[in-house]
Structures are given as structure tokens and as C-alpha cells.
């Protein structure tokens, strides 16, 4: 097995945005201390919940070095720099290793997507061009394209692609992925319903978005599980089943967002297309957050 690259909760990180929609890089640095002080074990930079798709490259790529800076070490920092433009992929990889990412994250391709080959080339050809691990990125209901677990078990050759964020949401998938793949290749859960599920079958950790609103907790059901302690994880997954829920009651990250606002964590809206919450849904989300004791 190869370098691991972290084990636990990382958190698929927000990006805060001022009224004028520029980033709020000073209430970014204030979630990075307090997820890194609440025991979040990596923090992932410009990933879909980052809402990197929406980013110009430049305020990228300072997301990317201001995450880097900021953590100083003290957990690892994964940047999300996956494109369906595999060019555009290896430069933006490069940068993030230049910025001393210690890890990157790579979406499959998406719209234009692709066959398994193409997969295989695509991958192999970022990771050529980086010395940093890559976690691939899993997540058929937001690209249309599935990694065959076969197309796994070929990538996990490279010395450079040692893990998987696995968001089908498909635990049959898992369960083979693990089962065929679970010793040349890491996995983390990409779902936070999923997580204890997925980590009694060998997945290392979750790259998680309930990190932002119950850090603690979400490490701890991590911790749990790689303590074999899957009695006192079970507990803490079905306790925050609701909050989980309606965390995704509508696109990722507008839900989480939202939250944070009510949390008074002033974190701002989300870019367009994404917009706001239906009033019904967030009388939902608040019930959740008023049952587990985050707002009044």
C-alpha cells in the first residue's frame, strides 16, 4: 500500500464571500483554525462544495496558496484541481504543487466525459506531470461518468494516484471497490450518510461537508471507526441522520451555506447558477439545527 494520505474527517471546505461576491479570505482562515482546533484531519481546497466551478483561475489558485499558508502544516491541505480539459488539469495541478499543496483532488470528467481509456489517459497523463498523491474523485450523479472498478485497479498503478473519494452513493459499488481495490488504493467515503458504512468495509475517512457544522462530532465517528469502535460510530451516524439529510436538501453547497449563516457564521450566498434556499427547506435545515442544539 502507498502513502496514506491522511485518515479521519477531512472537510470539503466552503469558500466565504463577501457581499460584493469577492472570497472572504479572512473568515476562511477563521474556519480552517477552527475546523484544524475542533480535530478535522485534512482540509480539501476548491472542491465541489468550494464552488471552484464558478472561480476565475486566479482566485483559484489563491484559494489554493491561501489554505496552504494559512494550515502551516498542521494537517494536510488536498486541492481540488480536477477539469474536463486535461491540459487545463495539469496546469492547474502544477500550480497547487507549487503552492505546496500536499495532495490533489481530481473530478472525473464532465459534459464532454469520456470512455474508461480515456479515464486511464487522462489521469496518468496529471499524475505524470506532479510528484504530490491524487485522490480521484468519484461522483457519477454530478459528471454522468462512473470509474469502472476495473479502470481502479489499473490507475492504482501509478505510483502518484493512491486514493478514492467515492460519492456514488452506491454501497454495492463500494463494497466491490473495497473489496477488489481496498489493498492497492485507499478510499474515503464522498457521502456523510455513508460514512460508517463505508469505513467498516476499510475506507480510511470521509471528505466530509457536516464537518462544518458539527466538526467534533464528525471526527470523532471517524476516529470511532478507525478504533473499531463501530457500536459508539453507529450511534453518532444515526443521531445526525437529520442533519445530514437536509444538509443535501437542495445542491451542495447551498444547504451548507445556509447553515452557517444561521449558525452566525457570516459566510455569505453562494455564486450563481446556485441560488437560495426555499423558505421550505430552510424551516427544515433550522429544525434540524435547532434539535441538535447549533442555533436557538
Do not use: W
Request: charged letters at 20%; proline letters at 4%; hydrophobic letters at 45%.
Amino acid at each position: 500500500m502507498k502513502n496514506t494520505i491522511f485518515t479521519g474527517a477531512g472537510i470539503a471546505i466552503i469558500t466565504p464571500f463577501r457581499p460584493d461576491g469577492s472570497i472572504n479570505f479572512e473568515r476562511l482562515g477563521e474556519m480552517i483554525d477552527t475546523q484544524i482546533a475542533s480535530g478535522t484531519d485534512a482540509i480539501i481546497i476548491c472542491g465541489t462544495t468550494g464552488e471552484a466551478s464558478t472561480m476565475s483561475d486566479e482566485e483559484h489558485l489563491e484559494c489554493i496558496r491561501f489554505a496552504v499558508k494559512h494550515t502551516a502544516g498542521r494537517v494536510p491541505v488536498i486541492a481540488g484541481t480536477g477539469s474536463n480539459d486535461t491540459s487545463y488539469a495539469i496546469e492547474l495541478s502544477k500550480e497547487a504543487e507549487a503552492a505546496g499543496a500536499d495532495g490533489l483532488l481530481l473530478v472525473t470528467p464532465y459534459y464532454n466525459k469520456t470512455t474508461q481509456k480515456g479515464l486511464v489517459l487522462h489521469f496518468n497523463a496529471i499524475a505524470d506531470a506532479v510528484n504530490i498523491p491524487i485522490i480521484l474523485y468519484n461522483i457519477p450523479g454530478r459528471t454522468g461518468l462512473n470509474i469502472d472498478i476495473p479502470t481502479v485497479k489499473e490507475l492504482a498503478k501509478h505510483r502518484n494516484i493512491v486514493a478514492v473519494k467515492e460519492a456514488s452513493g452506491n454501497i454495492s459499488y463500494a463494497a466491490k471497490l473495497l473489496a477488489e481495490c481496498g489493498d492497492v488504493i485507499d478510499v474515503y467515503s464522498g457521502n456523510d450518510d455513508m460514512i460508517v458504512p463505508l469505513m467498516s468495509l476499510g475506507a480510511k475517512g470521509v471528505i466530509s461537508v457536516l464537518s462544518h457544522v458539527i466538526p467534533k462530532e464528525t471526527h470523532m465517528m471517524a476516529q470511532y471507526c478507525l478504533d473499531n469502535n463501530f457500536v459508539e460510530a453507529a450511534k453518532l451516524q444515526l443521531e445526525y441522520m437529520d442533519l445530514i439529510n437536509n444538509l443535501f436538501i437542495e445542491v451542495n453547497p447551498i444547504p451548507v451555506k445556509t447553515a452557517m449563516n444561521m449558525m452566525g457564521v457570516d459566510v455569505g450566498g453562494c455564486r450563481m447558477p446556485l441560488c437560495e434556499m426555499t423558505d421550505e427547506h430552510k424551516a427544515a435545515l433550522r429544525a434540524s439545527l435547532v434539535k441538535h442544539g447549533l442555533v436557538k
